[in-house]
């Protein structure tokens, strides 16, 4: 049959998202502090958002955070679905508010100006780039699946599942996005960063053969300068180790961090677990974030103004659309981190009650089906969070890992590391032994494992340093 040109119509079903669906997945990994900048931004952009005079004094700077942290319970009504839409019922409900204006800039001056985030950086570029729309979509995609450091939030394969993309188009563009400054960027860790970015600066394939080996396996004996060790396992010369290492220390191990949007470094709780009497006691922080509502006086613009200015009409209906999604947003980031929280607290009730040694095997997946969200966004949520708690402040992924029977492996780590610090001598398999004394099964192997992590010498090496 001859070829020619022509039109044919396909059926396929296809998942795409939105600009809105993008901005709510962003700002679900954002910390506490990101996010206050981000809606500061989006207030000085945005004429219809409006803070209501209820939220003027939590505006005011020097209150503590346990001051201005606030029990959930009676935050929930505040986020009412019909907080915003009365807003909208005829006319310009509540009349003109003169204080409106100034409450919005003292939010404003409150707040620190940031500079330009890794995400806006890499899209500047991704714009320049030669790239079909199906490829630049899946830029798109790759850029907002990075975190702080620049590394996959989600895996790839969790990323593309379900999309019609294909295999040629997503190396494409994965590639053309690793090229981009700072280099280093779109893996899924620091040891592939570090490769990435020798490959990138040009090193020959022979030389990154023994770069690769030296990230992925070495680096621990080359941190305590065991570089005739290291050369005599691998064949190579030690002046050859000492200059990979020299390399090494050039490079960057966490790129992305270096246009973090934010300018102070300091660590804020997401939310609270304390101890009171023999229950828990959950609260969330709101940080100085303030409520935001639909400007009366602006939406009142829609019925004063000249049907025939479109123009003006337009800018007026899309604000208030804009506005309405971002409120919506910020609301569903809330209730979503709350019922995680809960339900975290529920499952690691142990943990909160009697400290770190109680803490229980749990994975991402399972908090997700208890919350009644996808995995890939629960792994969003926990992103760059902190929980307060009576032992200590700990990042939110801390409490997510596979572990031994129903014992975390970060409390099994916590219990090697102890029994060798009253027995420095012990071996593996003498651990080993103990753990099965407390009815945790955890093989040699295991131990040795748990134990590299740690970053703590084998009983032989020990043993040598202390004669």
């Known amino acids: ?3 020619y040109p022509g039109l044919q119509q396909t059926l396929r079903t296809e998942q795409t998202l939105s600009p809105q669906m993008l901005q709510s997945l962003a700002l679900l990994p954002m910390p506490i502090t990101e996010l206050k900048q981000f809606i500061q931004s989006e207030i000085e952009s945005n004429p219809a958002l409006e803070i209501p005079e209820r939220e003027f004094d939590n505006l005011i700077p020097d209150k503590s955070v346990s001051e201005r942290a606030e029990h959930l319970d009676d935050r929930m009504d505040d986020y009412d679905s019909s907080f915003y839409e009365n807003a909208f019922s005829g006319g310009i409900p ?25 995400s806006e950086h890499l899209l500047v570029q ?6 079909t729309d199906v490829q630049y979509e899946i830029g798109e995609l790759l850029i907002g699946n990075l975190d702080a450091n620049g590394f996959y939030i989600v895996p790839l394969s969790t990323l593309f599942e379900n999309r019609q993309y294909s295999q040629q188009d997503i190396e494409t563009a994965l590639s053309v996005v690793r090229s981009f400054d700072p280099y280093g960027i779109c893996v899924p860790d620091f040891k592939e960063s570090l490769i990435l970015q020798a490959r990138n600066s040009g ?8 770069f690769s080996e030296l990230v992925n396996n070495r680096l621990e004996q080359l941190k305590n300068g065991k570089f005739s060790e290291v050369g005599l ?23 992305g ?5 934010h300018e102070e470094s300091y660590i804020v709780p997401e939310f609270s677990i304390h101890r009171h009497n023999d229950s828990l006691k959950l609260e969330m922080n709101r940080a100085n974030l303030p409520d935001l509502e639909i400007s009366p006086q602006f939406s009142g613009l829609l019925e004063r103004n000249d049907s025939q200015d479109r123009e003006a009409g337009a800018y007026i209906r899309d604000s208030i659309r804009q506005a309405k999604t971002l409120i919506s947003q910020v609301k569903m980031r809330y209730e979503t981190l709350y019922r995680s929280a809960l339900s975290l607290m529920e499952q690691q009730s142990d943990f909160f009650l009697n400290g770190p040694r109680f803490l229980k095997t749990l994975t ?12 890939t966004t629960m792994s969003r949520l926990v992103q760059n969070k902190y929980v307060d708690t009576d032992w200590g402040l700990y990042p939110m992924k801390y409490f997510f890992s596979q572990g031994v029977a129903d014992v975390s492996r970060n409390a099994v780590k916590d219990m090697i590391a102890d029994i060798l610090k009253e027995n420095p001598g012990l071996s593996d398999q003498k651990i080993s032994d103990l753990l099965a004394k407390e009815n945790i099964k955890c093989a040699r192997r295991t131990v040795a494992k748990y134990r590299a992590e740690l970053n703590i010498d084998s009983s032989f090496e020990r043993g040598s340093r202390k004669g």
């Open 233 to 255: 396992s691998l064949g190579i010369p030690t002046q050859d180790i000492e200059s990979f290492y020299s390399i090494i220390k050039t490079l960057t191990p966490f790129p």
């Open 1 to 3: 049959m001859d070829n």
């Open 126 to 131: 991704l714009g320049e780039s030669s790239l």
């Open 364 to 375: 991402l997946k399972q908090l997700a089906d208890i919350v009644g969200v996808h995995e």
């Open 94 to 118: 509540g009349g003109f508010d003169p204080e409106a204006s100034d409450r919005k800039q003292q939010m404003i001056e409150n707040s620190s100006a940031g500079g330009e985030s890794l």
């Open 257 to 261: 961090r270096s246009y973090d949007s």
């Open 203 to 210: 090193m020959n394939e022979a030389d990154l053969a023994i």
